[in-house]
């Protein structure tokens, strides 16, 4: 049995073997067990008479151990069962001398130097445990509103948001590599033939699929090599990445709106103990700071989502709502907003969500100058049909449009990205043979992940984070 089932159903008067990790052993009696199940642990009862001193030495936080024993009712007050050992075995030793996890408060930096032991902490088996259920909750969303998924390339040959910051995938010998006449490396030579890359989104071979399948999404490993250390970036992160043939740009915020919806309340459904695990471990860390400085406690802040309709607002409405407001005046901004066109940094995404709306925001019309080739141009022919969902604390979520299904319209505006067309050419044909409209989005699994669990660096919800200088374990 593990110990979720073990607290949920209460087997009073069973014989089981439980094996887990030690959090804690206080007077050499009751042991803090916990097997990852569940964030919460098993008390185990020690009988310090009949085990040897030897044993007990060995009980330290961080051991592996197998306890066998009788269920009974709890006499302390935290838990209503706990096990009565009459053996106990240990399977793994960690010296206290050496075992980097003591159970107290270690500080987030020093875990992620230690990434192969967090996940055995409190705090991380709650995050990790509720990136699994965010995983299927997705599957489950999609899967039950008809979308089939579609495994799209991790190793392509198309740059599809074109901002060039992709990881080269070679085989060549970087000392020495086969050059041409002209003195480039001669690529023909390589493993594929052509240059090629770790992709940086599934959307291009999605919109293959969702011009066949209907309605499809990808979720998978997406990379990008831009040198970006901040909180909100990693350099490997998951997309998950939906695309719908008939959609227009509002069908496409609502499917977007729905969904984020329903992962988070499937969350608040299925994973009560690790949330008010963590709406607990924020509300204490934030104790120290003056109330104007605390964020919305965890739990609150999930259901205010749920409740609330997201702000749909044109990027021209925000930037005169930015223009004026008084951050801008006071130029406390970093980059200031002074005309229309400037690129929204996430202080503005951020003042938008939190000071002016006050819910989630929904931004779309975009101008074509900041937004990718494949975005449909408006009528107005400066605007493209772009949407980013921006959200508390985190900025932007999401970032989707609906695609430029024109064949010489995408053309055209291939040509005047400097894309070379026949890198692209399968992608021009969908619009040559059948086309329609279409949109989809893309959501970064681990800004969801950030949002769902309160906590504040991306490199704390994904397990092994990659970011500039660091690919460790
Ligand atoms: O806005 P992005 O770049 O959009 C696309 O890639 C489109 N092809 C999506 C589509 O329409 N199918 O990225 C989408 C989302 C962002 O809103 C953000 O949540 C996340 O992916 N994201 C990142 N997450 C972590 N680290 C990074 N470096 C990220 N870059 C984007
Ligand atoms: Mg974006």
Known sequence: MDIKQIIQSEPVGENITVKGWVRTFRSNRFVALNDGSTVKNLQVVVDFEKESEATLKRITTGACIAATGKVVESQGAGQSVELICESITILGDANPDEYPLQPKKHSMEF?????????????????????????????????????????????????????????RVSTLDPKNPPLTEDGHVNHKEDFFGKETNLTVSGQLEGELFATALGKIYTFGPTFRAENSNTTRHLAEFWMIEPEVAFNDLFDNMELAEDCLKYVINYAMENCKDDLQFLHDRQQQDEKALPEDKRSMPLLEKLDFVLKNDFQRCTYTEAIEILKNSNPNKKKKFKYLIEEWGADLQSEHERYLVEKHFGKPVILYDYPAKIKAFYMRLNEDGKTVRAMDILFPGIGEIVGGSQREERYDVLKQKVADFGIEEESLWWYLETRKFGTCVHSGFGLGFERLILFVTGMTNIRDVIPFPRTPKNAEF
């Open 111 to 167: 875990l992620r130097e230690i990434a192969h032991l967090r996940p055995r902490t409190q705090t991380f088996g709650a995050i990790f445990r509720l990136r699994h259920a965010m995983q299927f909750a997705i599957h489950k969303y999609f899967n039950d509103n008809g979308f089939f998924m579609a495994h799209t390339p991790i190793i392509t040959g198309s740059d599809a948001e074109g901002a060039g910051e992709m990881f």
